[in-house]
């Protein structure tokens, strides 16, 4: 299983993605041309041609050779290859890889928007679609950063069924997740419950200007100027490095010997991409992105479809969050 890119025995990649953003994970996966319909991105992600599939539950008493069932939890299994995902509990509902396809479907034809990609990881654990909202700022005229709807769902328990609004900034393709001053960035369902597409979707209730006022925060950060000493300082919190009683000097010393706030400091000190833009050279909104860049590809993890499960939902999305909402603290 390469990248940890779903790809069955005979060669099938299950991602596919639009033609004119150009292939991704080194090439895998099938492109889909603009304004095709979802049976092409079903067919071509392969999300189309199988379902995941429940089973009972078996134990075996070695001491009498009988096998017995266990009521309260359940397998999930592939229905091409028969594949085993996980086992859960017997209330556990599971969400198809063609609802979600489907799903954006639905939203596209209400909103507009257009799909960008869709794919399985983990042999079918994991799975997700993402669209283009037909939204974008450009930062004092020179920094563009598009906006995109990402839903996602697990059929291990690991993630919830989420939509969530991101950003991705074109210079670089970091992503960030839409995060807005007391709004919720997220919907989640949980597997206890059965999807509802059309709730979410009006739970997401997307009015056409939350873009805009992601940038006009995005610009203040551009307008905040940063010292080498207030970069390091940031970096410092956003890693959660300091303990409340540590004066400046002691803080700047373990920002100082600390890998992950050292690289930081590079990516924003011009090593990042974009970092020489006026947008971003020596401001706050450049510190956000170096971490940004940090977390969703400078970070040594074992492969790039790794890369991409922990920037969208581990570890690495909470502390991009992290930096965003230092930064909102200090605007």
């Not at 005229?141 to 995109?148: E, I, L």
């Not at 992503?175 to 509802?196: E, G, P, R």
């Amino acid at each position: 299983m390469a990248h940890e890119l779903s790809i069955l025995n005979d060669g099938t990649v299950e991602m596919a993605y639009l033609t004119n953003e150009g292939p991704c994970w080194h090439g895998l996966g099938t492109a889909v041309p603009l304004q095709h319909p979802v049976e092409s991105w079903l067919q071509a992600s392969n999300m189309g041609n199988w379902k995941i599939k429940e089973a009972a539950t078996l134990f075996y008493d070695e001491d009498t050779d009988d096998v017995y069932p266990y009521n309260d939890r359940k397998v999930l299994y592939r229905s091409d290859n028969r594949a085993p995902l996980s086992v859960v509990g017997a209330n556990y509902k599971a969400v198809q890889p063609d609802e979600i396809v489907t799903f954006f479907q639905d939203i596209i034809d209400s909103l507009g928007f257009e799909m960008s990609t869709c794919g399985v990881l983990f042999g079918g654990k994991r799975f997700w679609a993402q669209a283009n909202i037909g939204q974008s700022v450009n930062l004092m005229g020179v920094d563009r950063v598009d906006g995109k709807l990402l839903l996602s769902t697990s059929c291990d328990g690991s993630l919830a069924t989420t939509a969530s609004y991101t950003t991705v900034r074109t210079v670089c393709n970091n992503t960030l997740q839409l995060a807005l001053k007391d709004k919720q960035n997220a919907i989640k369902t949980s597997h206890s419950s059965v999807f509802d597409s059309e709730k979410v979707k009006v739970d997401l209730g997307l009015k056409g200007d939350e873009m805009q006022e992601w940038g006009y925060i995005a610009e203040q950060m551009t307008k905040v100027r940063l010292t080498s000493a207030q970069s390091m300082d940031f970096f410092g919190k956003v890693f959660d490095l300091y303990e409340e009683e540590m004066d400046k000097e002691e803080r700047l010393q373990i920002s100082s010997d600390n890998k992950q706030t050292m690289t930081c400091y590079e990516l924003f000190n011009s090593r990042g991409l974009g970092s020489e833009l006026v947008t971003a050279k020596g401001t706050l909104f450049g510190a956000v992105n170096a971490v940004t860049q940090y977390c969703d590809w400078e970070r040594n993890t074992r492969t790039i479809a790794a890369k991409l499960n922990s920037a969208w939902f581990g570890q690495h999305n909470t502390i991009k969050n992290n930096a965003w909402d230092e930064a909102i603290m200090m605007i």
